[in-house]
């Protein structure tokens, strides 16, 4: 990825990446409390590590959910974080309805696990700054995002 | 008003299960759900979140945004794993025989407020 607009911003290193073990409901979530702990320690301000902690959270729930597995990359430079969370599942068919508040094509399992309610990628998108989808049916998904440091 | 979870402890006649030793920890607002999507959408850190759901994910979703004490509602017991994993993050655990109703009205009482009230218009 090149650098934007020119202005020689330092494009976002690579620092960790996690994996997500799909279907695994009991461990659902320790991979995004794991890159908190990581941000956490490199000293990244708690509003931040908040925004980080929700959308990697609600990301590695869909990669559990829906993926069937996959792997979360932490990128860092000194004005941004960067997330991508990619799965090998069966990617979304309607990215548009995705996107939308409420709507959701969760099992009753996991709305039992209060997850569910077609909030994940709104919320994702809420809590970021930069966010690109790349999905394709059969195809998995890929989630880019950024969140700007203050 | 921002009361400690010791004193939340008190108003519902809670029980700790964990977390002892962060109960003096000030609460400056209250969340209650199921939904741990709405949780992670609406709640704000320093929070005390009250839920009748008591799985894994409810305390990884406590840690994620940045909830300072969970109370169990209704009575309802986590599994130890989930008080091992809520002692690992140092997050309180309490559980109350009070319906999520009567918990939160209590709550409500003492002066705590949700976001809704405590940032009027704040679309989360």
């Given at each position: 990825m090149s650098a934007e607009d020119g202005q020689g911003e330092a494009a976002p290193e690579y620092l960790q990446s996690f994996t997500?073990?799909?279907?695994?409901?009991?461990?659902?979530?320790?991979?995004?409390?794991?890159?908190?702990?990581?941000?956490?320690?490199?000293?990244?301000?708690?509003?931040?590590?908040?925004?980080?902690?929700?959308?990697?959270?609600?990301?590695?729930?869909?990669?559990?959910?829906?993926?069937?597995?996959?792997?979360l990359a932490v990128y860092l430079s000194p004005t941004t974080v960067r997330l991508v969370i990619s799965d090998q599942g069966p990617g979304i068919g309607d990215l548009e309805l995705a996107m939308q508040e409420g709507w959701s094509t969760a099992t009753p399992q996991m709305r039992e696990m209060g997850f569910g309610a077609g909030m994940g990628l709104p919320n994702i998108k809420k809590n970021s700054d930069r966010l690109t989808i790349d999905t394709a049916p059969g195809k998995g998904t890929r989630l880019q995002v950024e969140i700007d440091l203050p | 008003m921002s009361p400690t979870i010791s004193q939340i402890k008190d108003w519902l006649d809670a029980e700790v299960l964990t977390g002892s030793e962060a109960l003096e920890r000030s609460i400056s607002m209250a969340h209650s759900a199921d939904l741990m999507s709405d949780v992670l959408a609406f709640s704000h850190s320093d929070s005390i979140l009250l839920t009748g759901l008591s799985n894994p994910q409810v305390v990884r979703t406590a840690e994620v945004a940045g909830i300072l004490g969970v109370v169990f509602v209704r009575g309802k017991r986590p599994a130890q794993v989930v008080v091992e994993l809520a002692e690992e993050y140092g997050l309180p655990l309490m559980v109350t025989n009070l319906s999520m109703f009567d918990a939160v009205g209590l709550l409500f009482a003492r002066g705590l407020r949700g976001w809704s009230l405590v940032e009027p218009g704040s679309a989360a």
């Open positions: 997500i073990v799909g279907g695994d409901f009991a461990a659902a979530g320790s991979v995004s409390i794991a890159a908190k702990n990581l941000l956490k320690a490199v000293g990244f301000p708690a509003p931040v590590l908040r925004r980080v902690a929700i959308v990697a959270f609600e990301a590695e729930m869909n990669v559990v959910m829906y993926g069937g597995g996959g792997e | -």
